[in-house]
């Protein structure tokens, strides 16, 4: 059975850090990208960051250079690391297996002061 539990959410300040954690199941993780979305209340869901199976990375526009995607194999766990907060990030965090039908349930986040 597939699984990908995503953790790590919470309150933060603005200009605050979270790790989140996506921790996969029951399928080959190594020969996945893998990726993170978000979706914001009213907002479709969209692209945050991937990490490709040769550990390449890519971002979007918004994410790059305060976040940072990267994945271990050997535990089949998908990390982004998130500094310099803005209220704007706040939203639900989705990982996602590329390719595939799998996703996480995902992990809120929400940024406040």
């Known amino acids: 059975q597939v699984q990908l539990v995503e953790s790590g959410g919470g309150l933060v300040q603005p200009g605050g850090s979270l790790r989140l954690s996506c921790a996969a199941s029951?399928?080959?993780?190594?020969?996945?990208?893998m990726a993170w979305f978000r979706q914001a209340p009213g907002n479709q869901r969209e692209f945050v960051a991937l990490?490709?199976?040769?550990?390449?990375?890519n971002y979007a526009s918004f994410a790059r250079g305060r976040f940072t995607i990267s994945r271990d194999d050997a535990n089949a766990v998908l990390y982004l690391q998130m500094n310099n907060l803005k209220p704007e990030d706040t939203a639900v965090y989705y990982c996602?297996?590329?390719?595939?039908?799998?996703w996480g349930q995902g992990t809120e986040v929400t940024v406040s002061s």
């Open positions: 996602r297996a590329m390719g595939s039908d799998y």
């Open positions: 029951g399928f080959t993780f190594s020969r996945y990208t």
């Open positions: 990490a490709s199976t040769n550990a390449g990375a």
